[in-house]
């Protein structure tokens, strides 16, 4: 339960060697870009399948995917059968969705990744996320780590958004991804976290425990920044199942520190 990292020591991505036949680098992210990651399976001929439009969020945007690539996902295909079609138009309508999180949904259904993506640096065995600001690493513009959920009160972690979408429609390798990615963000404040993880518990049903026990095993570790937030005293105060899995993992870590004693 605490082995997940939510700040992880990673190396940066090694540059290849050059030889003679070695390509621009501009021309290397673009045949980077074409293939699919392992989590994704060849989808050639799922780009010849029917395109579905997308309705999606209060401003009513409008998306478009294969319908073979969405049916990847066991609620869109439940969508597609026609429990939520609109006569014979191939549209599903998500108003409560937010536009940037379907935008990593559907990334994710075609690449097998989502931006920024994950990059292995086989010489040290590690991995780290994408620099969006590094042009020598594909870069395309400013990714954030948070994003602005006014129903949520404020900002909240990215990944935490997209694994509560992946759990609503099915995704569980989107799921291990999110929280892999998660596990690589550093220097995230106090509020943001902790409104993080009330959005995990609000948006994930009980049976669901990987999300909400990183963030339990994230307190717990950071606890000496976590007991002199004022922030933290606050969310204590209004309560919530929350804080009672908190104070029963804490009783579980106490427990154990005395076992091994």
């Known amino acids: 339960m605490f082995k997940r990292s939510f700040n992880t020591e990673s190396g940066r991505v090694a540059k290849p060697k050059l030889t003679k036949k070695s390509y621009p680098e501009h021309v290397k992210r673009k045949m980077q870009d074409s293939l699919s990651s392992p989590n994704s399976p060849p989808i050639g001929s799922q780009l010849n399948s ?10 009513q945007r409008l998306f478009a995917a294969h319908e073979d690539v969405l049916c990847r996902s066991p609620y869109f295909a439940s969508c597609l059968k026609g429990q939520f079609l609109e006569g014979n138009a191939k549209k599903v309508e998500l108003s409560d969705e937010e536009p940037e999180i379907l935008s990593c949904v559907l990334e994710f259904l075609y690449k097998g990744d989502y931006y920024p993506r994950l990059l292995h640096d086989k010489r040290r065995n590690t991995w780290d996320l994408e620099n969006a600001q590094d042009p020598k690493n594909g870069g395309r513009g400013n990714s954030e780590s948070t994003i602005h959920l006014p129903e949520a009160g404020g900002n909240v972690l990215r990944d935490t958004v997209v694994y509560c ?15 892999r990615k998660q596990g690589l963000q550093s220097g995230i404040q106090v509020d943001v976290i902790l409104r993080s993880a009330r959005y995990a518990y609000e948006n994930t049903p009980d049976t669901e425990s990987r999300l909400r026990a990183h963030y339990l095993a994230l307190i717990i570790r950071s606890r000496k920044t976590f007991k002199r937030s004022g922030t933290m005293q606050m969310e204590m105060e209004k309560g919530g199942k929350l804080f009672f899995d908190l104070f029963v ?13």
């Open 50 to 59: 029917p395109i579905i439009t997308m309705v999606v969020g209060r401003d």
């Open 165 to 179: 979408a992946a759990d609503r429609y099915g995704l569980e390798e989107l799921k291990k991804l999110c929280l």
């Open 249 to 261: 993992a804490m009783c579980n870590h106490i427990d154990d520190i005395v076992e091994i004693r």
